[in-house]
């Protein structure tokens, strides 16, 4: 384990002995998830996938296809985590979540010994996944700009990725603080939702002592998406179809991958990533017409191919300054505007989800819209100018209010058993 984490985290968990008292030692859980499966067929083949959570470059989660459900967990470390003890503390839970992640996307229950709940008595693992099989899981770890802050003196300075900052407030922004910021990220990715959620639950456990839970952003895609095609976001249009190409290895060079204007610890494999929940305003949207509709997103609903007039690509029948039947122009549809962004600012990897959660207290509608998931080499150099031209121009505007916001390092991945994620920032 870490030089210097384990008294930590011993320390932590005796703690959690003297305040927490009466705990049950419970019957044992059955561990591995290797039990007979109730499931039909057709879920049961999600049920096998399984990706490896060790990898020669990026985490898996990244440029995995989009699995049905995500559970992402923003965590805040501990308010005692400072200087060298902070820095054991977080290397002992980044590698214990490690070889929990691992065990977890095999299908697997967590290992015995893990985290703040090992020697209370109760079962290493909380049991509700027990039967489920890997369904797919990928669990990918980031760190938020005050891992690398000053005031916490967690890191070298070396390692301090230059310009890795909370984003600055846009035009329109209405974030909501329970819904902003972050130390550590979780994002749980499977095709069943209990399989994702057990995930941040358990490492939730194992985090005690260090860090606690700060949200938990629950996201969906439609069961049916045939391969090949991007499933409907929740104003009926497919999303996820233009961005950048991960499998191009020199856009992906350019604009996905940390490069070596990186800390080394972020190269091969390391990234940025922007979490926005981006709440649409549904009512309103669902008493516009087709067409009105069409031109604010700038592609049809039906195929979601591009309105003339919008210009993918700028081809020959490209007419900028073609209006839709209520006069608004094309220029300002959301396809069009984020085009432009992009082709200056470069592509970014985009990983949206739809969220729907309940009704917003003060206007009764329901509380829908986008968990918007965007991997980048350079936030600053890209998301931001591509926000803020956004904010200016896009039509979208009139029915969406970002409400959530977070920014986060991605490290490259654990490159073995023996190895965890961060372990090239903190061991
Ligand atoms: C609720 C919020 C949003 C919704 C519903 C939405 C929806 C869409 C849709 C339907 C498309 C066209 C289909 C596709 O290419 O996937 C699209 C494209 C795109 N969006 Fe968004 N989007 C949202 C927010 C954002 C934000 C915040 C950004 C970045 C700051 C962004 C950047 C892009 C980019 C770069 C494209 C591709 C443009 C192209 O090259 O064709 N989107 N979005």
């Given at each position: 384990m870490t030089p210097g984490g384990d008294a930590g985290r011993r320390l932590s968990r005796r703690r959690l002995l003297e305040i927490g008292g009466g705990f049950a030692a419970g019957a044992a859980i059955g561990g591995g998830a290797a039990g007979a499966s109730a499931r039909d067929d057709d879920v049961a083949q999600n049920a096998e996938a399984s990706y490896p959570f060790d990898g020669p470059h990026e985490q898996a989660g990244i440029t995995t296809p989009r699995q049905r459900h995500l559970a992402l967990a923003a965590f805040t470390l501990d308010d005692g985590l400072h200087g060298a003890f902070g820095r054991g503390e977080l290397a002992g839970l980044m590698q214990d979540w490690s070889t929990a992640a691992r065990a977890l996307a095999a299908g697997q229950a967590l290992p015995e010994g893990l985290g703040s709940s090992a020697g209370l008595g109760a079962p290493a693992d909380t049991g509700e996944a027990d039967g489920l099989g890997p369904s797919g899981l990928t669990i990918t770890f980031g760190f938020g700009?005050?891992?690398?802050?000053?005031?916490?003196?967690?890191?070298?300075?070396?390692?301090?990725?230059?310009?890795?900052?909370?984003?600055?407030?846009?035009?329109?922004?209405?974030?909501?603080?329970?819904?902003?910021?972050?130390?550590?990220?979780?994002?749980?990715?499977?095709?069943?939702?209990?399989?994702?959620?057990?995930?941040?639950?358990?490492?939730?456990?194992?985090?005690?002592?260090?860090?606690?839970?700060?949200?938990?952003?629950?996201?969906?895609?439609?069961?049916?998406?045939?391969?090949?095609?991007?499933?409907?976001?929740?104003?009926?249009?497919?999303?996820?179809?233009?961005m950048l190409d991960h499998r191009d290895q020199v856009s992906a060079g350019k604009f996905l991958w940390s490069g070596s204007d990186a800390p080394a610890w972020m190269r091969g494999g390391g990234t940025q990533l922007v979490v926005r929940r981006i709440r649409m305003q549904l009512e309103a949207w669902d008493t516009a017409t087709l067409e009105h509709q069409e031109a604010t997103v700038g592609r049809s609903k039906g195929d979601g191919v591009f309105l003339p007039g919008t210009a993918a690509g700028r081809g020959d029948d490209y007419d900028g300054s073609a209006v839709d039947p209520d006069g608004r122009g094309a220029e300002g549809s959301h396809a069009t505007v984020a085009r432009d962004a992009a082709t200056a600012t470069g592509q970014i990897l985009r990983r949206p989800y739809s969220y729907a959660d309940g009704v917003v207290e003060e206007t009764g509608q329901l509380d829908a819209g986008l968990i918007f998931l965007a991997f980048q080499r350079s936030i600053p150099d890209q998301f931001i100018p591509m926000q803020e031209r956004i904010a200016r121009l896009d039509a979208m505007n009139e029915y969406t209010s970002p409400i959530g916001s977070a920014v986060f390092a991605v490290p490259p991945a654990s490159r073995g058993p023996k190895d965890w994620v961060g372990s090239g920032l903190l061991g």
């Amino acid at each position: 384990m870490t030089p210097g984490g384990d008294a930590g985290r011993r320390l932590s968990r005796r703690r959690l002995l003297e305040i927490g008292g009466g705990f049950a030692a419970g019957a044992a859980i059955g561990g591995g998830a290797a039990g007979a499966s109730a499931r039909d067929d057709d879920v049961a083949q999600n049920a096998e996938a399984s990706y490896p959570f060790d990898g020669p470059h990026e985490q898996a989660g990244i440029t995995t296809p989009r699995q049905r459900h995500l559970a992402l967990a923003a965590f805040t470390l501990d308010d005692g985590l400072h200087g060298a003890f902070g820095r054991g503390e977080l290397a002992g839970l980044m590698q214990d979540w490690s070889t929990a992640a691992r065990a977890l996307a095999a299908g697997q229950a967590l290992p015995e010994g893990l985290g703040s709940s090992a020697g209370l008595g109760a079962p290493a693992d909380t049991g509700e996944a027990d039967g489920l099989g890997p369904s797919g899981l990928t669990i990918t770890f980031g760190f938020g700009p005050e891992v690398f802050g000053t005031e916490r003196d967690l890191v070298r300075a070396a390692d301090r990725p230059g310009r890795l900052e909370t984003l600055p407030r846009f035009a329109g922004d209405a974030l909501e603080p329970r819904w902003s910021g972050g130390d550590l990220l979780v994002a749980a990715s499977a095709d069943d939702a209990q399989v994702a959620v057990h995930a941040i639950r358990n490492l939730a456990r194992m985090a005690r002592g260090a860090a606690g839970l700060h949200w938990l952003q629950r996201g969906f895609l439609p069961e049916t998406a045939k391969a090949g095609e991007a499933p409907r976001n929740l104003m009926g249009f497919r999303d996820g179809q233009s961005m950048l190409d991960h499998r191009d290895q020199v856009s992906a060079g350019k604009f996905l991958w940390s490069g070596s204007d990186a800390p080394a610890w972020m190269r091969g494999g390391g990234t940025q990533l922007v979490v926005r929940r981006i709440r649409m305003q549904l009512e309103a949207w669902d008493t516009a017409t087709l067409e009105h509709q069409e031109a604010t997103v700038g592609r049809s609903k039906g195929d979601g191919v591009f309105l003339p007039g919008t210009a993918a690509g700028r081809g020959d029948d490209y007419d900028g300054s073609a209006v839709d039947p209520d006069g608004r122009g094309a220029e300002g549809s959301h396809a069009t505007v984020a085009r432009d962004a992009a082709t200056a600012t470069g592509q970014i990897l985009r990983r949206p989800y739809s969220y729907a959660d309940g009704v917003v207290e003060e206007t009764g509608q329901l509380d829908a819209g986008l968990i918007f998931l965007a991997f980048q080499r350079s936030i600053p150099d890209q998301f931001i100018p591509m926000q803020e031209r956004i904010a200016r121009l896009d039509a979208m505007n009139e029915y969406t209010s970002p409400i959530g916001s977070a920014v986060f390092a991605v490290p490259p991945a654990s490159r073995g058993p023996k190895d965890w994620v961060g372990s090239g920032l903190l061991g």
